[in-house]
């Protein structure tokens, strides 16, 4: 049975609250443990992606559909000149992304950087995992339920 259009917002929703903010999260936070100018590009990048992803709750609460490309590797990927067609280029933008802030999570876990946050940081770093973490387990609760 294929999905109502309400169902797919809804299920675009929850992607941008449980994915795209905490990524943005992640790459602000993680730029922010770097002392000096060397976490900028990051704070600058999660900023930027913050603001896309703002506009796309917007857009899928008033316009029912998302107004950009889900982050910044997205919009960068879909301007690249290629043969394959702008959604695939933009699916590779959103593999990149994921990688990237998987990545982070990666580099501030195993470098230890998480102890060179601040105490209200580490406690949105850590809303930005639980976030994440609780939406990957209701998005693969809602596949299996859709494919019951």
Do not use: Y
Not at 96 to 118: C, E, K, N, P
Request: charged share 15%.
């Amino acid at each position: 049975m294929k999905p109502s259009a309400s169902d797919t917002r809804w299920l675009e929703l929850m992607e941008v609250l449980t994915v795209g903010l905490p990524f943005c999260g992640f790459k602000v936070l993680a730029g922010l443990s770097f002392s000096g100018v060397g976490g900028a590009p990051l704070v600058a990048l999660g900023a930027i992606d913050a603001v896309i992803n703002t506009v796309n709750v917007l857009g899928l609460l008033f316009a029912r559909r998302r107004l950009l490309p889900a982050c910044a590797f997205s919009v960068a990927a879909r301007l690249l000149p290629s043969r394959r067609p702008a959604p695939s280029r933009e699916d590779l933008g959103n593999a990149l992304d994921v990688l990237f802030s998987f990545s982070l999570v990666a580099l501030m876990i195993g470098g230890d950087r998480l102890r060179l946050l601040q105490p209200r940081h580490l406690s949105g770093w850590n809303v930005c995992v639980i976030i994440n973490v609780l939406g990957a387990g209701l998005g693969w609760l809602g596949q299996s339920l859709r494919g019951a």
